[in-house]
């Protein structure tokens, strides 16, 4: 069975200071990848996503960046975060059952940015 | 582009009570419709789903219609309980790229 996990489950950066999350998703291949980030008491937006290794799209124009070094590994990260960097960051991967698509969340990051 | 609107939120109800979270979409071709259950703390987990007009997906109680004359997919639950507090959020999926769309989410709480 496939899992995803993600780290550090929470995290307290200061302002200005750089970022690094990090997901990873076990069992299977080639899966599409996807960063969101879910402010408090809002829906999720989707930041970034990926088909494949070295292949980012951005949705949202900002201070975060995405790359994907390996198959199966999809790294958020910031050189300097901003207050507004604060919110709950899903990593996500997507398969095909039957005739659609699902997509499948990690548990999160918290990052607090003080 | 695709689009989801959820009811507003907080839904305050008590254990066993009916319950319906309203979903209606816009999206072009023929899309897939989701419900995700997120509880306090965690990620998002897959409730249940349904992939073409008229289909009901179904899971731990709760079902769903794909309604296309209507652009709905509303949320259903017979005798909810204080276990199913929660944020609710339906989304769907279109064209090639499997990004889904979510609603804005309807936050749950059922008291004893």
């Known amino acids: 069975s496939q899992t995803i996990h993600q780290w550090p489950a929470t995290l307290v950066q200061p302002v200005g200071s750089p970022l690094s999350l990090e997901c990873t998703v076990e069992g299977t291949s080639n899966p599409n990848l996807y960063w969101y980030r879910q402010a408090a008491g809002r829906g999720l937006q989707l930041l970034f996503y990926s088909v494949g290794i070295g292949q980012i799209s951005s949705e949202v124009p900002q201070n975060l960046s995405a790359s994907r070094p390996q198959d199966r590994q999809f790294i958020l990260s910031s050189k300097k975060l901003l207050l507004s960097d604060s919110g709950f960051y899903l990593c996500?991967?997507?398969?095909?059952?039957?005739?659609?698509?699902?997509?499948?969340f990690g548990p999160g990051t918290r990052l607090t940015v003080t | 582009g695709d689009s989801v609107t959820q009811m507003e939120g907080p839904v305050t109800l008590s254990e066993e009570a009916f319950l319906t979270i309203n979903c209606t979409y816009t999206?072009?071709?023929?899309?897939?419709l989701f419900w995700y259950v997120q509880y306090p703390g965690e990620g998002l987990q897959l409730l249940l789903k349904a992939t073409k007009a008229d289909d009901k997906g179904s899971n731990k109680g709760f079902e769903a219609t794909y309604r296309k004359e209507t652009t709905s997919f509303h949320l259903e639950k017979g005798s909810v309980q204080v276990s199913d507090s929660a944020v609710y959020f339906c989304?769907?999926?279109?064209?090639?790229?499997?990004?889904?769309?979510f609603g804005t989410g309807t936050k749950l709480q059922v008291i004893p």
């Open positions: 989304a769907l999926i279109s064209g090639g790229y499997q990004k889904v769309t």
């Open positions: 999206a072009t071709g023929y899309p897939s």
């Open positions: 996500a991967w997507s398969k095909l059952t039957g005739t659609s698509y699902e997509q499948y």
